[in-house]
């Protein structure tokens, strides 16, 4: 089945350093790809939606210079915390899609933790 | 705004029960239905997805039902097992295009335990 891998599985570094996540999309092309940060004991909340060759779309509260997103093939999105502080320690997961009508996969996220 | 409701928020079964878990949304105009499920500190596995014009989908111990007319999704567990414990997630993608082009709008998930 169709396969999403994201790396780093977890991060855990000082307070102002950058963070790069990647997400692959490894046996299919990924039209589109979305980012979610989950909380504990809470649901997904979507972060921004990417698409290859063109500027991420950002939800309502998302600062996209501190969530920088770069889409540059089919198959790879990659989500930077810029300048991390305390407040960004999360778990966060991404997702790809093919076509509307086929499912969403999910990678298996990348817990941060900034000290 | 489309919200997805999901209850019970939590269910504990012992080994074998059949169960049923429940999803619902407000606004009736989805392009498609999706049941996921989460793992401790893991990403998202798809289990089952429903298109708008389909009423069920059944995956070996799993089936799923959609009932679009009500806002209404039931996911229904046959002979649980200790390992189907974990988070599932209902998901429903709105029949929108453009910027919306494939969000899927979750609910809160109910965490099922199952025990021996």
């Known amino acids: 089945g169709a396969v999403v891998s994201q790396h780093p599985s977890r991060v855990i570094c000082k307070s102002g350093t950058s963070v790069k996540i990647e997400c692959r999309s490894l046996?299919?092309?990924?039209?589109?790809m979305f980012w979610y940060r989950q909380f504990p004991k809470q649901s997904l909340m979507l972060m921004a939606t990417s698409n290859e060759g063109s500027k991420a779309t950002y939800e309502q509260g998302v600062e996209k210079d501190k969530f920088l997103i770069n889409h540059a093939s089919l198959t790879l999105s990659t989500l930077t915390v810029t300048s991390a502080h305390p407040e960004d320690s999360s778990f966060y997961i991404c997702s790809a899609l093919s076509w509307l009508n086929q499912p969403q996969h999910f990678g298996d996220g990348t817990r941060l933790s900034i000290l | 705004k489309q919200e997805v409701t999901q209850i019970p928020a939590a269910l504990s079964v012992p080994e074998g029960e059949n169960l049923v878990l429940n999803c619902s949304f407000t606004d009736s105009a989805i392009y498609n239905l999706q049941w996921f499920r989460q793992d401790p500190g893991k990403g998202l596995t798809s289990l089952l997805l429903i298109q708008s014009s389909q009423r069920e989908q059944t995956s070996g111990r799993l089936n799923a039902s959609l009932d679009k007319s009500s806002g209404r999704s039931t996911l229904y567990i046959a002979a649980s097992q200790p390992g189907d414990s974990a988070t599932y997630l209902c998901?429903?993608?709105?029949?929108?295009?453009?910027?919306?082009?494939?969000?899927?709008?979750f609910g809160q998930g109910t965490i099922l335990t199952v025990h021996p």
């Open positions: 998901a429903v993608t709105s029949n929108a295009g453009g910027t919306s082009y494939g969000k899927l709008t």
């Open positions: 046996d299919f092309q990924a039209t589109t």
